[in-house]
């Protein structure tokens, strides 16, 4: 039987998940056929209640993964942690949710070779940067962490979650103050949204960010902001290295039940993945 997987979200037309899981599963000797629906909030539950038993396997971009967690017949310690789903997989019990965004990041920063994180600035407060917060701990419990958001409600509540995990964490006033300080920013907002702070920094010669950045808006690449580090010699993280990682992790769920345990051939699958993009 041919099984169906896809990923939803909205909007969901520019994802390039297809394509790289596509290339996997070729690699894989896989008869999968994956797809994106558009689903907005509220949708999650009628979309998969509809589900034939064809359908092994979901991957959840915004603004669904709250709803994922919340819609979940068991969660991962990542899911658990952070109340973020971006993977769902058919189980006997429903289905089982789990967050292979932390892994992404994680393995994005690893592949950058940045070396030892003293100060790391969150921009954002929505389900991805509970994730970067999650991934900073793995990468760097001791870092100081620095949260920069609009949101004053889902700001405070991200600072709280990242001492949870005994992170040392904060309120951000100035972004350009913080990013002058940070050896790493993780950029969690849409693409676009970072445009007129790129703007302005980019005219303002004084400004010299403090480290690397990883914006996990990859289209346009580079996006705006981390055209102002690239502008200044730093190091830029595309938003695609966390998408090709957090799908490997989800590529094993699917075909394994666990994100810890590696694919078959998996650096054969990886370059495969990695080719799609180009």
């Not at 658990?80 to 994680?106: C, K, M, Q, S």
């Not at 994180?117 to 954002?124: A, E, F, H």
């Not at 509970?130 to 991200?158: E, M, Y």
């Not at 709280?160 to 951000?172: D, H, P, V």
């Amino acid at each position: 039987m041919q099984r169906k997987l896809s990923v939803l979200g909205s909007p969901i037309e520019h994802s390039k998940s297809p394509l790289i899981h596509s290339a996997a599963y070729r690699v894989l000797g896989l008869n999968w056929d994956y797809e994106r629906n558009l689903v907005g909030k509220g949708g999650l539950r009628p979309f998969v209640e509809a589900l034939d038993e064809k359908w092994l396997g979901l991957s959840l971009t915004m603004p669904l993964k709250e709803e994922a967690a919340k819609f979940a017949s068991t969660l991962d310690k990542a899911a658990e942690a952070t109340g973020a789903v971006n993977t769902l997989v058919r189980i006997d019990a429903g289905w089982a949710g789990f967050n292979t965004d932390v892994f992404g990041i994680v393995q994005a920063v690893h592949q950058a070779g940045l070396g030892d994180l003293k100060s790391v600035l969150v921009v954002g407060s929505g389900a991805t940067a509970t994730s970067a917060v999650a991934a900073i701990k793995q990468l760097a419990p001791t870092a100081r962490v620095q949260v920069f958001a609009r949101n004053a409600d889902t700001r405070s509540g991200l600072i709280g979650f990242a001492k949870t995990l005994g992170l040392a964490a904060k309120k951000a006033n100035s972004f350009a103050r913080a990013a002058a300080k940070a050896d790493l920013v993780i950029s969690t907002l849409p693409a676009g949204a970072m445009n007129e702070t790129a703007a302005k920094l980019s005219g303002k010669r004084n400004f010299n960010p403090g480290g690397a950045i990883l914006d996990v808006a990859y289209q346009p690449w580079p996006s705006s902001i981390a055209s102002v580090w690239l502008e200044r010699g730093k190091p830029i993280i595309s938003g695609l290295e966390m998408l090709l990682w957090q799908a490997v992790a989800q590529i094993r769920i699917f075909q394994n039940g666990d994100p810890s345990v590696p694919l078959a051939n998996e650096v054969a699958v990886v370059e495969a993945m990695r080719h799609s993009l180009d």
